[in-house]
């Protein structure tokens, strides 16, 4: 009896210090985990449109509205990553914030870590970034505004841009501007995805299963607000368009694949 | 003999236009610190995540005073917000951007943001911190981005140095500049005017200072609300609108048609100081002030209703409460060295 309170003493303690040391300045990413049973979780994003790969500037694309376009910024956030397990437990991610860029290729790749070694069948994630970052001050990391996706005249993050040129434009610059936001009140560009995996995903400390999705932005013309570039070629600011269009990207998610 | 006395004068002259600004006393780490004046609320912004030090604060006021941050590194904060004029920019109904370009807002007083629970005229922005992007990426203010006010700082050595001190290492993001300028605006402290000194009873009110404080708690305390008179809310005061500028205020932060030509209730302390008034600069005297609440009033349906008689008052109240307004004048604080521009 003795032998054993010792024994627990011994491995109260040292799970204390094992607890500490997880407080300790955000590690190094991806390096090892401290707790033993947690694994990762990869998400590659590809970006399309209407199912075709969507490059930069030089590509034309043609609308549900059968307007041409070309894009030249695809941007978005991602946030408070959840995902739910064949046994019905919610694993959420803390301080999960993803800047998702077409521009740069990093950010189409996103680890999400810490995940309790399980088989998982869905993801829940904010587009957007949740409402209390957008006003508790300067931020860093994902959300450091130098990623151009922070509004200065009216606290709070761009949470979808998409910028491009269409004929149909009715701007002299023939441009196409929908920069998305709106953490409060009655407009908001922050919009819930949740996605069922076709197979689960297996989670274990030594396995890290990939989820690939799909983010199409001719989604963000056609429904349930179909719109069409001649009618609203700028959205800035915060209103029933934006909101309108938050409704859109909110099905631009798709799953094409869990590999395990 | 009167030409002695010409060039002695001279003499002086010159002697105190050359006056050595090294000589300014240095701010020392006790002087930096919270403070929350006797009576006053709790602020709405304190340092808990962002630790106030004598090295946070002095890399703040160095970012405040230096054209870095502007595209062509001829504008800095200061430049629009002096503090002789409790940092707003004297003579001013527009500041002057970059190549002379013009904003459409008056510069606002820097005083107190603690207690602001939000910035700018339309209240857009909700931290302290995070207010200086837009001024600093407007294309008529300063029109830098802050990848290139990064890339600047970065090979500064004195700015490698300066961040060392605040933060340890020489690492420069925009979390560290923003937390930083928010430790030297943020300590930007006025209570020590002669309303502060009667209300402490160090010091009295001359008779038409009295009756213009009495007439002031009867008549516009209500909004300009003690002791940071201001209550932070929107009104529309019966502003004409400038066709020109057709600027809807908190409307356009809020998209709610009833906000439309509604700005944040400016404090008064310092007025004296911070002429011209209103959102847009319209009025150069407290007197032009006074006079639109009496006979200016433009009725719209957004008017405050506080305000749709006007406010009235006699020429003589009128004249006692401008009176006492001059007692919310700080001198400490339009002259405190802390603050100073640094050569």
Not at chain 1, 198 to 217: E, G, Y
Not at chain 2, 61 to 90: E, K, M, V
Not at chain 2, 167 to 179: A, E
Request: aromatic letters at 12%; one cysteine or more.
């Amino acid at each position: 009896m003795k032998k054993i309170s010792i024994l627990l003493i011994i491995l109260s303690g040292l799970l204390v210090s094992c607890k500490k040391e997880t407080i300790t300045p955000p590690e190094p990413f991806p390096t090892s985990i401290v707790n033993d049973t947690t694994g990762f979780l990869e998400i590659h994003i590809g970006n399309v449109v209407n199912g075709a790969p969507l490059s930069l500037s030089t590509a034309t694309y043609v609308s549900a509205s059968n307007d041409t376009f070309s894009v030249d910024i695809f941007k978005y956030y991602i946030s408070n990553v959840k995902l739910v397990s064949v046994s019905g437990h919610t694993y959420t991610e803390a301080e999960s914030y993803y800047f998702v860029n077409q521009a740069d290729p990093n950010t189409l790749h996103l680890m999400v870590k810490k995940i309790p070694s399980e088989q998982y069948a869905s993801i829940n994630f904010l587009i957007g970034v949740d409402s209390v970052r957008n006003f508790s001050g300067a931020q860093s990391g994902a959300l450091d505004p130098i990623n151009d996706m922070f509004w200065d005249w009216n606290t709070g993050y761009i949470m979808a841009k998409m910028e491009g040129h269409s004929p149909q434009s009715t701007q002299l610059t023939k441009k196409l501007v929908y920069h998305i936001g709106g953490y409060g009140g009655k407009f908001k560009g922050i919009r819930q995805v949740s996605l069922s995996f076709p197979n689960n995903a297996i989670v274990t400390k030594n396995h890290t299963p990939i989820l690939s999705l799909q983010a199409d932005l001719y989604k963000w013309f056609i429904s349930p607000n179909f719109s069409d570039f001649n009618t609203a070629s700028v959205i800035t600011g915060i209103g029933n368009e934006s909101s309108a269009m938050a409704d859109n990207y909110a099905t631009m998610f798709s799953v094409i694949s869990v590999t395990n | 003999m009167k030409k002695i006395l010409f060039i002695s004068f001279l003499a002086v002259v010159i002697v105190s236009c050359s006056v050595d600004p090294e000589i300014k006393p240095a701010v020392t780490a006790e002087s930096v610190k919270e403070i929350i004046p006797p009576g006053w609320p709790t602020p709405h912004y304190n340092f808990n995540n962002n630790p106030l030090t004598l090295d946070g604060f002095t890399l703040g006021r160095n970012l405040f005073y230096d054209p870095i941050l502007s595209s062509n590194n001829a504008i800095s904060c200061g430049s629009c917000h002096q503090q002789f004029a409790a940092f707003s920019n004297s003579g001013h109904d527009f500041s002057h951007g970059i190549n002379g370009l013009l904003g459409n807002r008056n510069a606002p007083a820097i005083q107190n943001l603690n207690w602001n629970p939000y910035f700018m005229h339309d209240g857009g922005i909700l931290n302290i911190e995070v207010m200086p992007l837009g001024p600093i990426t407007n294309p008529v203010e300063m029109n830098e981005s802050l990848s290139n006010v990064i890339q600047k700082l970065s090979t500064s050595n004195k700015y490698r140095q300066l961040f060392t001190k605040a933060y340890g290492n020489d690492t420069i993001n925009s979390q560290r500049i923003f937390k930083a300028i928010a430790q030297f605006m943020g300590t930007m402290y006025s209570y020590n005017s002669k309303y502060d000194n009667v209300k402490s009873g160090k010091d009295n009110f001359t008779t038409q200072e009295q009756s213009g404080y009495n007439l002031f708690v009867q008549k516009c305390a209500s909004c300009h609300k003690e002791p940071l008179f201001s209550d932070y809310n929107f009104r529309n005061i019966g502003l004409s609108v400038n066709i020109a500028l057709h600027d809807s205020g908190r409307a356009r932060i809020t998209g709610n048609p009833l906000d439309k030509y509604k700005f944040k209730t400016p404090s008064l302390r310092n007025i004296e100081k911070t002429a011209p008034y209103m959102h847009d600069g319209r009025f150069y005297t407290l007197d032009q002030c006074l006079t639109h609440y009496i006979s200016g009033i433009v009725s719209s349906p957004t008017l405050d209703p506080q305000l749709s008689s006007g406010i009235t008052m006699t020429i003589q109240e009128k004249n006692d409460i401008i009176v006492f307004l001059k007692t919310l004048t700080d001198t400490k604080f339009l002259t405190d060295y802390r603050y100073s521009e640094i050569h």
